[in-house]
T-cell receptor
Framework: SQQGEEDPQALSIQEGENATMNCSYK?????LQWYRQNSGRGLVHLIL?????REKHSGRLRVTLDTSKKSSSLLITASRAADTASYFC??????????FGSGTRLQVQP | GAVVSQHPSWVICKSGTSVKIECRSL??????MFWYRQFPKQSLMLMAT?????????EQGVEKDKFLINHASLTLSTLTVTSAHPEDSSFYIC?????????FGPGTRLTVL
């Protein structure tokens, strides 16, 4: 079963703009991870944020985590056409497999 | 970093045949591996947890007699789709837990004609 939902389901922006995706989940977690998936391809791990962290940066990526609201956001700054992909959050409860959100399809127009 | 491989990367088969997909952890041992299925434009859904030396644990709604999982060694898990039908066409992704990190294979695209 899916842990939660992501919004928006789809997002279309122009190159250079920022893209923000949100993820909500249902249970307590050890960490939350964000992945990218290009069409028809495997997953690329982007960033992991632990439950005791509130914000994390990696290059043009900024992730926030609010455990009280059970939500996370992924911000991609200065987007590029190559950022076009689907983005998934995944929660790790430490007991078993990662549980994925519903995903956001990002289209960056050149 | 740790690598998980899958073979084949894609397969096309006729309805009614069986297809085996291999998942290998290349540089670490994995007592637990996971199999996910992803339909077009949808998220990854966990199908089953593969446990080395014991029976797999299937998620609700996944037919264990149709999706046979064998975890024969600490580096290999196989998923066999038996009597495949067009509705089984999907992207199958395995992952292996190495310590606290889960590593994903590149996926196998199954198309059943």
């Amino acid at each position: 079963s899916q842990q939660g939902e992501e919004d928006p389901q789809a997002l279309s922006i122009q190159e250079g703009e920022n893209a923000t995706m949100n993820c909500s989940y249902k249970t307590s977690i050890n960490n939350l991870q964000w992945y990218r998936q290009n069409s028809g391809r495997g997953l690329v791990h982007l960033i992991l944020i632990r439950s005791n962290e509130r914000e994390k940066h990696s290059g043009r990526l900024r992730v926030t985590l609010d455990t009280s609201k059970k939500s996370s956001s992924l911000l991609i700054t200065a987007s590029r056409a190559a950022d076009t992909a689907s983005y998934f959050c995944a929660t790790d409860t430490g007991r078993r497999a990662l549980t994925f959100g519903s995903g956001t399809r990002l289209q960056v127009q050149p | 970093g740790a690598v998980v491989s899958q073979h084949p990367s894609w397969v096309i088969c006729k309805s009614g045949t069986s297809v085996k997909i291999e998942c290998r952890s290349l540089d670490f041992q994995a007592t637990t591996m996971f199999w996910y299925r992803q339909f077009p434009k949808q998220s990854l859904m966990l199908m089953a947890t593969s446990n080395e030396g014991s029976k797999a644990t299937y998620e609700q709604g996944v037919e264990k007699d149709k999706f046979l999982i064998n975890h024969a060694s600490l580096t290999l898990s196989t998923l066999t789709v038996t009597s495949a039908h067009p509705e089984d066409s999907s992207f199958y992704i395995c992952s292996a837990r190495g310590g606290t990190t889960q590593y994903f294979g590149p996926g196998t695209r199954l198309t059943v004609l």
